[in-house]
């Protein structure tokens, strides 16, 4: 039904930036809440920066505050996830998810994007 799509995951050196996309297929799209997890190896998923459909309120892990965006273009019915000053702890397959009021979690998910940042 619904499909999620991130990409833009690449190996990059500490220090750099790099920009994640998502595109999902929904057209409700701009009445979902949408976020940004991710896994590192051995570890356990966690969420990472989040954007409200209400009124776009945006908020982020405090590994990541001042470092990563999130912003969305509701017309293009994409997610963007702009990570600025890379560190090595931010290696990890990045996921994109929709949160549905209706269900009262994430119910849409994506394949994953690897990054992974050099020391």
């Known amino acids: 039904q619904v499909q999620v799509v991130e990409s833009g995951g690449a190996l990059v050196q500490a220090g750099n930036s790099l920009r994640l996309s998502c595109v999902v297929s929904a057209s409700t799209f701009s009445s979902y809440s949408m976020a940004w997890f991710r896994q590192a190896p051995g570890k356990e998923r966690e969420f990472v920066a989040g954007?409200?459909?209400?009124?776009?309120?945006?908020r982020y892990a405090d590994s990541v505050k001042g470092r990563f965006t999130i912003s969305r273009v509701n017309a293009k019915n994409t997610l963007y996830l702009q990570m600025n000053s890379l560190k090595p702890e931010d290696t990890a397959v990045y996921y994109c998810?929709?949160?549905?009021?209706?269900?009262?979690?994430?119910?849409?998910w994506g394949q994953g994007t690897q990054v992974t940042v050099s020391s």
């Open positions: 998810a929709a949160y549905l009021t209706s269900q009262g979690s994430y119910a849409y």
């Open positions: 954007i409200s459909w209400r009124d776009g309120t945006t």
